[in-house]
């Protein structure tokens, strides 16, 4: 994964593996969320990288799994590409970018039995939300605010409100990559 952005302006000119590649740095990696991009980021020009975001985020959300399986699919690979939150297996971690290492570092500390609670809470969340994982925005929330949180989601239940909690937290995640990659290249 790239530690840098190209400048907006040059995203339309770019080859399709840097457009992904800079898509790849915001998001997690997803075959369906170039597919769904790949249109937009050839054919429009973004005044900023929120902006870009802002219309990755507005293209999710217009999917509608519930009337179309094809939608369904490309939505459940989209969101299903963010890691699962906590302690994941050295198998898991080859396929986490560094971005999600660093994000999820104040979550992988702690008791063994807290890990151990906050995977079973990512098994039943996954259960009840087929498709989906959970995802928030960390911004270095504790272990404890985290499961409260997995645990008041699952227990409302609803996966329409789910999708569009898990595409807004995708997309605040992505801007503070944005944000922090952006500060790091004026330093």
């Known amino acids: 994964m ?19 590649r800079a898509l ?12 769904l991009m790949a249109p937009v980021l050839s054919n429009q020009n973004f005044s900023s990288y929120n902006s870009l975001i802002d219309a990755v985020g507005g293209r999710m959300s217009a999917l509608s799994p519930k009337n179309s399986p094809t939608d369904d699919k490309i939505l459940a690979g989209i969101l299903g590409s963010h890691p699962r939150l906590g302690r994941p297996k050295a198998a898991d971690t080859e396929h986490m970018s560094e971005f999600s290492k660093r994000e999820q570092a104040n979550l992988n500390t702690g008791a063994e ?33 985290i499961m409260e ?3 008041q989601r699952i227990e409302r239940g609803d996966i ?27 330093d």
């Not at 302006?9 to 399709?16: I, K, R, T």
């Not at 790849?24 to 597919?35: A, G, K, M, R």
């Open 2 to 20: 790239s530690s840098s952005l190209p400048p907006i302006s040059s995203l339309p000119s770019l080859s399709q593996d840097e457009q992904f």
């Open 24 to 35: 790849d740095t915001l998001f997690e990696p997803s075959e369906e969320l170039h597919t």
């Open 113 to 145: 039995e807290q890990a151990e609670k906050l995977r079973l809470l990512n098994v039943e969340y996954e259960e009840r939300f087929p498709g989906l994982r959970f995802v928030t925005f960390v911004n270095g929330r504790s272990r404890d605010v």
């Open 149 to 151: 949180e997995m645990r």
């Open 160 to 186: 329409e409100r789910e999708r569009q909690e898990t595409i807004q937290a995708m997309c605040d995640i992505a801007k503070d990559r944005a944000k922090n990659l952006e500060q790091s290249s004026l």
